[in-house]
């Protein structure tokens, strides 16, 4: 800590919104962080795995190269102990740093992000995904997240990161060839632009796992809950996560539908497999033919991965009207502390850097050229990137990735694939998610001795008490 400065912070009060114990002279002078050579250094903090960390310090030494004046000490863990840390740092934050959607509305609440709206132009947000950018608005007045006349920018999108199935096409023709299916009629239910239906998937799992897992290849490694409940038109909660909504029929169905894959149709691990070895293991171990996968799984895949790979939209409930392909879609947003507000270098240094990582087009190429995420430019997302236009991807896995682009830019009512924001974005904390995949443990749910529907009205008061312990932390 700074000289002058002693807190005594007792155990666990890590709260965001505590107050120093006394100011820093430092945080109000414009030059802070300029050395004798003139050079403001910035400190810029991350999370991500050895690939990620990688990519990051090359995008940051390109950016020292074109900038002269400004070093960059980046540093990274991973995300496992990310937030931790980044809380623990609470009095002394970096310069620059990653802020998850899903921990946004805590942190820019209780005011320790920098609005970063004066720094920007409208033809600067024009150009990058509405959907990455809307994410990252917040109005102080009402508390209330997205877009309005008062509302600021508290962070730059570092990205949209749609979460979609994957197959790993090399198992897949395997277990054709073994069982004798008719290659050219799965192929076509394995479309970039038509998703399957539950029943289509389902009836597709049996097919090319149809020994239930015995020979430890199983059809699929798990299901992501949020893209079975936004497939059927569902919903944790309504519109401002007032009120809870998980004993919705089309909520309970959505996670009978995940429970029937092992319970019923035996294509999926148990839970307690699915725990001892996480679907992203399970995948790349080739242990199942379908998973799920993000564009940021690239890099780490195009150096470990040995076998060819596609992802498909996610299916959706057929015998529902209004459901539709829909996938979650995570973002990271650059945020900047609120206390470096006055420290005027540093602030347009760690502005610049944030730009530069979001949406300088040279940047975002080589940032997909790495596997690191789809493009936040709109019109390199849609172009290039989709059509490889740059021949910078060549034969690399996976072809259809206009699956992640179309996820992103699903928003019309003809759209037949599309993407939401995860639900724990629009709560102030994510305790309840948590307490929730627990309760559904607890139950003996994914055993088959307790339906979706009791253990989803088992949870319901439970879960309504956390909401309005959030609305109440929103004043």
């Not at 996968?293 to 409930?317: H, I, L, Q, R, S």
């Not at 502005?351 to 530069?356: S, V």
């Not at 949870?459 to 609305?471: I, S």
Request: net charge negative.
């Amino acid at each position: 800590m700074k000289k002058g400065i002693f807190c005594v912070v007792l155990a666990g009060a890590m709260a965001l919104g505590m107050t120093a114990c006394g100011e820093d002279p430092a945080l109000n002078d414009p030059n802070a962080g300029v050395g004798a050579d003139g050079k403001v250094t910035i400190q810029f903090f991350g999370w991500g795995d050895t690939a990620e960390q990688e990519n990051y310090q090359t995008l940051c030494n390109q950016f020292m190269e074109e900038n002269e004046d400004i070093i960059v000490v980046y540093d990274a863990e991973n995300a496992s102990t990310y937030m931790t840390t980044l809380k623990n740092r609470a009095n002394n934050l970096p310069d620059l740093f990653y802020m998850p959607d899903y921990d946004f509305l805590e942190w820019v609440a209780n005011g320790t992000l920098m609005d970063m709206s004066p720094y920007l132009t409208d033809e600067e947000i024009s150009q990058i995904w509405p959907e990455a950018i809307g994410e990252y608005y917040f109005d102080m007045n009402t508390m209330k997240l997205g877009k309005s006349a008062d509302a600021g920018i508290y962070g730059l999108p570092k990205d949209l990161g749609p979460f979609t199935l994957v197959y790993n096409k090399t198992l897949l023709d395997a277990k054709i060839e073994q069982y004798g299916l008719d290659s050219d009629a799965i192929y076509a239910q394995l479309s970039a632009t038509d998703p399957m239906t539950w029943s289509e998937f389902t009836a597709l799992l049996k097919q090319v796992d149809p020994d239930g897992g015995a020979d430890n290849v199983y059809g699929i490694s798990h299901y992501e809950l949020e893209a079975a409940v936004y497939s059927n038109d569902a919903d944790f909660f309504n519109e401002g996560a007032v009120t809870q909504t998980i004993t919705d029929p089309n909520f309970y169905d959505a996670v009978q539908f995940i429970v029937d894959l092992t319970t019923e149709h035996n294509v999926m691990p148990s839970a307690d497999d699915q725990v001892s070895t996480n679907g992203y293991q399970r995948f790349k171990g080739q242990g199942c033919i379908f998973s799920f996968m993000g564009p940021w799984d690239c890099a780490e895949f195009w150096k470990t991965v040995n076998f060819d790979y596609d992802v498909v939209p996610v299916p959706y409930n057929g015998a529902n009207p209004n459901a539709q392909s829909t996938a979650w879609v995570g973002s990271m947003g650059y945020c900047m502390p609120s206390k470096i507000k006055n420290q005027t270098k540093k602030v347009e240094a760690a502005i610049k850097l944030a730009k530069y990582l979001c949406m300088n087009e040279d940047a975002q190429r080589k940032f997909y050229e790495l596997g690191q995420q789809v493009p936040n430019l709109i019109t390199m997302a849609t172009g290039e990137y989709v059509n490889d236009t740059q021949n910078i991807l060549g034969e690399k896995n996976p072809p259809s990735r206009s699956v992640w682009v179309d996820t992103i830019n699903g928003t019309s009512a003809t759209d037949k694939i599309g993407g939401k924001v995860r639900a724990r974005y629009y709560t102030y904390s994510s305790d309840w998610y948590n307490a929730l995949t627990e309760h559904f443990g607890n139950v003996d749910m994914w055993d088959g001795a307790v339906s979706a529907k009791t253990a989803c009205e088992g949870f319901a008061t439970t879960f309504q008490a956390y909401l309005d312990t959030y609305q109440a932390d929103l004043g």
